[in-house]
């Protein structure tokens, strides 16, 4: 099992930008859930999935933010425009929702976003 | 959401055990307590969790109090890898808030060799 893989490990880019972050959640596993962590924030729980549809996305920031999840395989996170104060480590974690509190979240290694 | 408390940070000396304890006085009858841990540059992973009964598992021990209104994760012979941020959580489940994780600040454990 190859565990949770996200893409890319490091993305710099400049203000304005449009910056993609993907994910490949583990296979199976019913639930999908972006996070971001920040010095100042800690980590935050930015939307999740559960099969493919979105729950939750109280947590976005504001609408520069999207996610999709066109498949079970594969989910992107996008921010358009990009700011620096985008800045942080944005993971993606995958779950088994059958007994989902007896379950635990398997995260990826994140995405480090710089924005100048 | 009930709240954990937790020390924001703690040292240990390798190969001793370090108890690392959380505070959850409003805990619900239905919250699981779920640890998870983050080494630097790396995302969180699971280390532990119960309901009730005291918990081990080949990465540490999970000790809850009777009331359960507080619990205590033991690494019984810490080793230098174990220096992470450990996050004390809680769960119920109840699918809409229980399927999400939501992080506090956690304790910051130090490993001295």
């Known amino acids: 099992d190859a565990g949770v893989i996200q893409s890319p490990r490091h993305e710099v880019t400049e203000m304005g930008q449009e910056v993609t972050l993907r994910c490949k959640p583990i296979?199976?596993?019913?639930?999908l859930f972006w996070y971001r962590q920040t010095m100042m924030r800690g980590l935050e729980l930015l939307i999740y999935?559960?099969?493919?549809?979105?729950?939750?996305d109280s947590g976005m920031p504001e609408d520069r933010f999207s996610a999709k999840m066109p498949n079970a395989s594969f989910s992107t996170l996008k921010i358009q425009p990009s700011e620096p104060r985008d800045s942080a480590v944005y993971f993606c974690?995958?779950?088994?929702?059958?007994?989902?509190?007896?379950?635990?979240?398997?995260f990826g290694n994140g995405t480090r976003l710089t924005v100048t | 959401d009930a709240k954990t408390t937790q020390p924001n940070s703690m040292e240990s000396n390798e190969e001793e055990p370090v108890h690392l304890p959380c505070n959850h006085s409003?805990?619900?009858?239905?919250?699981?307590i779920h640890w998870y841990r983050q080494l630097p540059s790396q995302g969180p992973e699971y280390v532990i969790h119960?309901?009730?009964s005291n918990v081990n598992n080949r990465m540490a021990s999970l000790a809850i109090a009777e009331d359960r209104k507080s619990s205590t994760l033991i690494l019984h012979r810490a080793t230098l890898r174990d220096a992470a941020v450990y996050y004390c959580?809680?769960?119920?489940?109840?699918?809409?808030?229980?399927?999400?994780?939501?992080f506090g600040e956690g304790t910051q454990l130090t490993v001295n060799p």
């Open positions: 999935f559960n099969n493919n549809v979105p729950i939750d």
């Open positions: 959580i809680l769960r119920d489940f109840e699918e809409t808030s229980g399927s999400r994780l939501t």
């Open positions: 409003t805990i619900s009858g239905t919250d699981y």
């Open positions: 119960g309901l009730t």
């Open positions: 974690a995958s779950g088994s929702g059958t007994v989902f509190y007896n379950s635990p979240l398997h």
């Open positions: 296979s199976g596993h019913d639930y």
